[in-house]
Each structure stands twice: as C-alpha cells, then as structure tokens.
C-alpha cells in the first residue's frame, strides 16, 4: 500500500517502509496575477511635487511570473524567477489659456435709478479671460524583475500552505506616459529627456501567503496573495521627487514537480 500521494514528495517505484517517499527538491511554477496598486510621491516641497500629488493616482497592477523551487529541507524552500510587472496611473493634468474677445453691442454695466429703474449703458468691450482644460492621462510602468525568497511550508495531506519573505530587483523597464511638472508642460516618461526615471537597479521588499493542492504526481495548482513594496523608488539621482508603490496582487498558477 503506497498510501496518500502528497507533494513536494514523490512516491519510490519501490514501496517499503523506508523509501516509500522520495523528497522531490525541484519544481517550475508558471503564475498570473491581477491587483491594486498605491503610489506615494515625496521630497522637498515644488511646484512639481503639488502638482503631481494632486493629479495622480494609481489603478491597478498586473504580472506574470515564471519561479524556479528549490525544496532543500521538507518544510523550507528558497524561490527564484522571473516576474513581469505593469503598472498603471491615472493622471490629470490641467491646462490654461488667456482668451481675448472684442464684443460689440453688448452690455456693460446696468444703473439704477433713485426711483427704481434700470438703465443698461450699451458698447463695444475686450473682454479678458482665462480658459481651462483637463486633459486625462493614463502612464504605465513596466519591469522585469529577479526575486529571492525564502518560504516555509505546512502540509496537510495533499493540500499546503506556505508563508515567504524575500527581495527583488529590477534588471528592465520601460515607462510610458506623461507627468506635469509644471502649469502647461507635460515630461515625457518614456523619452526621459532628463534621465529622471532611469533608476539601474529598482529594489522591493516581497510577501507571500499562499495556498496549494496536488492534483497530479507531478502537479500542484496554487493561488496565492503577494505583497510588495519599492524601497528605493524609480527615480534616478536627478529627479528630486521619491516615487514608491505598494503592491497587493492575487495570483494562481500551476507547479511542476521534477
């Protein structure tokens, strides 16, 4: 009697009591993922800085992730991979505009009289104003980042859980979009003239709470919540404007055993 099949172990061809199990130490998980995204602007007080505070917003995120598994103790396993990463903000920026008219035959001041009348007092005027219009962007950050984490994992039959803390680095990215760093002007992110978002090495602090069931010998399937956070921002050295996100994504995915 081989008993329960429960990975990470695979079962020996042999059924003994003493090899009856065979820790499997190496599994490929593929995983997709959708979530919310917080963005937080700081540095010293500018016009920029107010102007980006109050018309950006972050809306959501999204990934795809290719993770390597190595098991190197039943309960404790350190994972690496890949992780495709895109980020979306709303911005709005507001655009204004000095408006000349000449008008003729208008009116330009109404009189009233001691006895209650009215009088309009009619003529030609220029007319100064000021036009306003709110154009709605939408930027988008891309990365391709390596993780490291470190997971420890609780079995029950042929169901687990496991809880991971770890690191990652942006090795790519590429942004898309437009920021107002002044009353009408607009910098294009991906252009990035004045090299302002053109960080190397973009750092985040991860966490991972996840759930899994072997559905095969070979197989699991796993969801899973991944937390996220920038440490060091996307800025380069020239850009005085710290821009961190917080990340929450739930993901699912299958995991081969090999």
Request: hydrophobic content about 30%; charged content about 20%.
């Amino acid at each position: 009697n081989q008993g329960i099949k429960s990975l990470p172990y695979k079962w020996s061809d042999t059924p003994s009591k003493e090899n009856s199990l065979e820790f499997s130490k190496h599994a490929l998980g593929f995983y997709a993922g959708y979530g919310l995204s917080r963005i937080n602007l700081s540095g010293q007080s500018s016009e920029a800085l107010n102007l980006r505070q109050n018309s950006e917003r972050s809306l959501d995120a999204w990934g795809i992730d290719i993770e390597y598994t190595w098991n190197f103790h039943p309960n404790f396993s350190l994972r690496s991979g890949l992780n495709y990463r895109v980020i979306t903000d709303e911005t709005k920026h507001v655009f204004s505009e000095r408006i000349l008219v000449y008008v003729e035959d208008t009116t330009i001041v109404t009189i009233t009289n001691g006895d209650g009348q009215t009088e309009n007092i009619s003529g030609s005027q220029l007319v100064d104003g000021t036009s306003f219009t709110t154009k709605t962007r939408y930027n988008y950050y891309q990365f391709v980042s390596v993780p490291v984490i470190l997971s420890y994992q609780k079995r029950w039959g042929a169901w687990y859980s496991d809880f991971g803390l770890g690191l990652s680095s942006s090795v790519f990215h590429v942004n898309k979009g437009y920021v107002q760093t002044s009353e009408n002007l607009e910098y294009d992110i991906h252009l990035d003239q004045d090299l302002l978002f053109r960080k190397r090495w973009q750092f985040q602090g991860l966490a991972q709470l996840s759930l899994g069931k072997s559905i095969s010998e070979n197989w699991d399937w796993n969801i899973r919540v991944q937390g996220s956070r920038s440490l060091n921002g996307m800025e380069s050295s020239a850009n005085n404007i710290n821009q961190h996100y917080l990340t929450i994504m739930l993901q699912t995915g299958l995991k081969r055993h090999f």
